[in-house]
């Protein structure tokens, strides 16, 4: 499994979204499972599946699917092709 695979599962995991779900349009309050509870989760999840630690401003910046594979790839390095 790549990373963009297993960024890609965690996500339609912890957002419980179906397996046809544009993950390019998931969002923050936007996207009706992602609410404040699923963001915790998100995160710790993501924080788990590559060994990684979010600073609390990444936490907040991790809001839609494209922000969230820039923190990843850019301040920790995990190979995303976004």
Known sequence: MTELER???VLRTEL???PGEDLATV???RTETWDSV???QL???LET???ITLS???VVEIS???AAVRVLRDHHGVALAG
């Open 49 to 51: 599946a590559f060994g």
């Open 56 to 58: 609390p401003d990444e």
């Open 7 to 9: 960024f890609q599962d």
């Open 16 to 18: 419980m979204l179906p």
């Open 64 to 66: 839609t699917y494209p």
């Open 43 to 45: 995160v710790l999840a």
């Open 38 to 40: 699923a963001h915790m």
């Open 27 to 29: 969002a923050y309050g």
